[in-house]
């Protein structure tokens, strides 16, 4: 068995190509995308609802804060 720092060796390129191909994606894709992984877990998400529901509701105030901002911005011309 490797060890956990074997692992982690070259990680930094791996995640910079994951990057690199996350930026390349379109609207349309990145969407698709996170509507295949939404099919894929709904039902641990539903599974684990109760356990995670402050959570999740914190994450999608947030999510709503930056689209505010980012809507704010897109009518204003400049950031906040």
């Known amino acids: ?6 692992l982690r060796e070259g ?19 990145s969407v698709a995308e996170y509507l295949a992984l939404q099919r894929e877990f709904e039902p641990q998400l539903q599974a684990t609802e109760e ?3 402050e959570e999740r509701l914190q ?11 980012l809507e704010e911005w897109k009518r204003s011309g400049t950031p906040d």
Do not use: K
């Open 1 to 6: 068995m490797r060890s956990l720092s074997s």
């Open 11 to 29: 990680w930094e390129e791996i995640e910079a190509d994951e990057t690199r191909l996350l930026r390349q994606m379109t609207i349309q894709e």
């Open 51 to 53: 356990f995670f529901r």
């Open 59 to 69: 994450h999608l105030a947030e999510l709503q804060r930056r689209l505010r901002r």
